[in-house]
């Protein structure tokens, strides 16, 4: 997919010092934890004792956030569990048939708070009684052996039995488990993944809950603060981009990521480094941050950046085409009644392209497609022997293209614009 920049499409940032730094970051907005590429929902990293820059996924970041807290959960539920099998019950998967009958039996019993010592002892004199059941009567249909079996037991271990001998039917019997067996089981998987949190939480030392060791740098991560960088990810991904591009670095994760992209990206990620580089603290950006990108070329890119158009540039209420027409007004200064001294006094009278800019403010007012007008003015522009590419007509064409991107003029033409111009 190929991208064209627009405002900045004349930044050369080709010297070795700029295109070295930029292909070093990638390493840095690569999420290391599930995808391997540049992440599309990136949080910035905030290590509690450094200032570093790095991206990861916040679904990375989440999984491993949620899976410390598991380990941190499941040990003081352990300490709730007087079964010593409950934990390990409600995580037990692909069960076959007579162990989803077992669990519910053991639910029943975990419900009556027996502990797990009772719970095995009550299953142990319940699985020696029918062992003897099913050796006289395989086909467990003599009601009056189970009853006799069943009289053993008091009142309640009945009423617990009648549940125990409802696990059965014939089907199940072909794969027969001793229920001692899978409750001696239940309780080895919950102590051991207990020892397995145990020693987790302990390896954590004094970090806090919402606190994770970083993959890469084995330094610790605030992963509450880290969630809340989602939007300043973003922006500075996206200038990050428009960087890469004026350097003419591509790199296999760089290309991966712009090939998700939507096709008004990198214009969208212009608008945002032009932001940024009238107010870089609206960014959210660390000092660490702002830094890197000061030697990543935006420091050059400040020297030649001049002008500033955006209070030309309404985005409500506003039609593109009405903002264009009142940065082309402005050149020229035809919305004053004597243009021309107005020009004077306000040191623009080197300017030379106001009859053309007239032509194409009268094409607009007339409903001309604004992209075949923009493109007109610029190609007749070029034609002026004192022509400057860093002029302020061209500065004006780039930031209106960088609001408007480049389009193909439709077949009819637009509404008229209702204004009044002085020549």
């Known amino acids: 997919m190929t991208f064209k920049l627009t405002y900045f499409k004349t930044v050369n940032l080709s010297e070795t010092l700029w295109i070295e730094k930029i292909r070093n970051m990638v390493s840095r907005?690569?999420?290391?934890?599930?995808?391997?590429?540049?992440?599309?929902?990136?949080?910035?990293?905030?290590?509690?004792?450094?200032?570093?820059?790095?991206?990861?996924?916040?679904?990375?970041?989440?999984?491993?956030?949620?899976?410390?807290?598991?380990?941190?959960?499941?040990?003081?539920?352990?300490?709730?569990?007087?079964?010593?099998?409950?934990?390990?019950?409600?995580?037990?998967?692909?069960?076959?048939?007579?162990?989803?009958?077992?669990?519910?039996?053991?639910?029943?019993?975990?419900?009556?708070?027996?502990?797990?010592?009772?719970?095995?002892?009550?299953c142990k004199s319940f699985v020696k009684k029918w062992n003897f059941y099913r050796e006289i009567d395989p086909q467990l249909k003599d009601k009056t052996l189970f009853g006799s079996i069943r009289e053993t037991f008091s009142a309640k271990e009945q009423a617990y039995f009648d549940k125990f001998a409802a696990c059965f039917t014939q089907d199940s019997l072909s794969d027969f488990i001793p229920i001692t067996s899978y409750v001696e089981n239940l309780h080895f998987q919950q102590v051991s993944y207990f020892k397995k949190c145990k020693d987790y939480k302990k390896s954590m030392g004094s970090r806090k809950y919402n606190e994770i060791c970083c993959p890469v740098t084995r330094e610790v991560i605030d992963g509450k603060k880290s969630l809340l960088t989602r939007e300043a990810a973003d922006s500075f991904i996206a200038i990050y981009m428009v960087l890469a591009s004026m350097a003419r670095v591509e790199t296999d994760e760089i290309q991966a990521f712009l090939e998700k992209q939507e096709l008004d990206y990198l214009r969208l990620s212009e608008q945002k480094l032009y932001r940024y580089l009238q107010n870089p603290r609206l960014f959210g950006f660390t000092s660490a941050i702002r830094q890197l990108l000061l030697e990543m070329g935006v420091a050059k890119i400040k020297l030649t950046f001049k002008g500033d158009y955006t209070h030309l540039w309404s985005l409500q209420e506003t039609t593109p085409k009405q903002n264009a027409l009142k940065i082309l007004i402005d050149y020229s200064k035809m919305d004053s009644t004597y243009p021309a001294l107005v020009r004077f006094f306000t040191a623009h009278t080197q300017r030379h392209h106001h009859p053309l800019v007239k032509v194409a403010v009268d094409a607009l007012v007339q409903g001309e497609n604004i992209h075949s007008v923009m493109m007109t003015l610029e190609t007749e522009a070029r034609k002026h022997p004192f022509f400057n590419e860093e002029g302020s007509l061209m500065r004006r064409l780039r930031f209106i293209t960088m609001h408007i991107g480049n389009g193909a003029a439709p077949c009819k033409k637009e509404p008229k614009e209702e204004i009044t111009l002085t020549v």
């Open 29 to 122: 907005l690569i999420d290391t934890i599930d995808t391997f590429e540049i992440p599309d929902d990136p949080v910035i990293v905030h290590y509690v004792a450094k200032d570093w820059l790095r991206i990861m996924s916040a679904q990375s970041l989440k999984s491993m956030l949620d899976y410390q807290q598991q380990h941190l959960d499941y040990v003081q539920q352990y300490a709730k569990d007087p079964s010593g099998i409950a934990l390990s019950l409600n995580r037990a998967t692909g069960l076959i048939p007579l162990e989803h009958q077992y669990n519910l039996f053991l639910a029943l019993l975990i419900e009556e708070k027996l502990d797990y010592q009772a719970i095995f002892t009550l």
